[in-house]
């Protein structure tokens, strides 16, 4: 199942300035309308359509702030009039174009300018460092060499600094969207937030679709991170499909996977992808699962205990 809602991602993505209808969709993917709608009811918290305004929207605020009209963006996105794309703008983000735009900060009435630009600099990486620190305290390490230091982001700012971006506004570093490479197919994000008076103003949603609009340009074929608790919702509405990696020291793989067989049989949507031993003593079991059920991961950590779940999203570009 994951497979073919993939696959049906792949396409709107692709397609989103082409006239997207749920009848052109299954067409072009070999699936009915119904299947595509049972799909979505599992893996996303909104119906396909609903989907696709979305990401429409998303796309268009990425070309929102170069000045173009908003008129000719319109037009883009294959909406006939600007009273449409107003409307499909107003359903997404709760306010007009131009109020997005302008948000009012505060009872002074600032005026919100987003940039959404990749690092150019050594200075410009060490700003975004310094904020990424106050998040990932036990990541971001300035001093030492390991993963995600400061040394590991130089090394991959001179590998590919397109992918190492922010969100600002005015002189304000507000969000930050770090993608990194290491020899594969895919990028991994290596850090991705929004400071909190930025939240729910579409400012992550954009850096994301940056993110993969110019992974895809660079030939990548798919973009994975990490999720914490609380944050399915928002990659399930980005179109990501999601695994869930089970730890445990005190667990044989054989008795994580005899669990699994007892409690989740009867889901289809749910499958084993892959296990094996890490370190020679972390025993790991890898599963292909909604990520918006959490009902495996609640039983396997509180039911069957000492062991530690991570849910990893994907997505195909």
């Known amino acids: 199942m994951a497979k ?10 692709r397609n989103l300035k082409e006239e997207l209808t749920l009848d052109n969709i299954a067409n072009a993917v070999g699936y009915s309308k119904f299947h595509i709608y049972k799909l979505f009811a599992v893996y996303t918290a909104v119906p396909v359509m609903k989907y696709v305004q979305r990401k429409k929207m998303y796309a268009a605020v990425n070309e929102f702030y170069t000045g173009r009209n908003l008129y000719d963006i319109a037009l883009d996105y294959n909406f006939e009039t600007p009273a449409g794309f107003y409307k499909a703008f107003q359903n997404v983000f709760g306010c007009s174009p131009s109020g997005f735009k302008k948000h009012k900060l505060n009872e002074n009435k ?3 300018f987003m940039l959404i630009e990749n690092v150019k600099t050594v200075e410009e990486l060490d700003n975004v460092l310094d904020l990424a620190k106050n998040f990932y305290p036990e ?3 300035m001093e030492g060499g390991g993963r995600y230091s400061r040394a590991y982001w130089l090394e991959q700012f001179n590998k590919q600094p397109e992918l190492i971006l922010y969100a600002k506004d005015r002189d304000e570093i507000c969000g930050i969207a770090l993608g990194c490479v290491d020899g594969g197919k895919n990028i991994t994000v290596g850090g991705d937030f929004v400071l909190d008076e930025y939240k729910n103003k579409g ?4 850096m994301f679709i940056e993110l993969e609009k110019r ?11 990490g999720i914490g608790d609380g944050e399915e919702e928002f990659y399930a509405k980005l179109g990501y499909v999601g695994k869930m990696l089970i730890q445990s020291e005190k667990h044989s793989v054989d008795e994580l996977i005899n669990f699994f067989e ?8 749910c499958e084993i992808t892959g296990s094996g031993v890490w370190d020679g003593y972390v025993n790991q079991l890898w599963l292909s699962v909604p990520i918006l059920d959490k009902e495996l991961k609640s039983k396997f950590e509180k039911e069957l205990g000492d062991c530690w779940t991570q849910i990893i999203v994907h997505k195909g570009l």
Do not use: C, M, W
């Open 110 to 112: 600032e005026i919100l």
């Open 262 to 269: 007892v409690n989740f049989k009867h889901k289809k949507e």
């Open 203 to 206: 400012v992550h949603e954009s």
């Open 215 to 225: 992974s895809a340009n660079l030939g990548y074929e798919g973009i994975g991170l």
């Open 139 to 141: 990541t971001i390490d």
């Open 4 to 13: 073919i809602y993939e696959q049906i991602i792949r396409y709107i993505d």
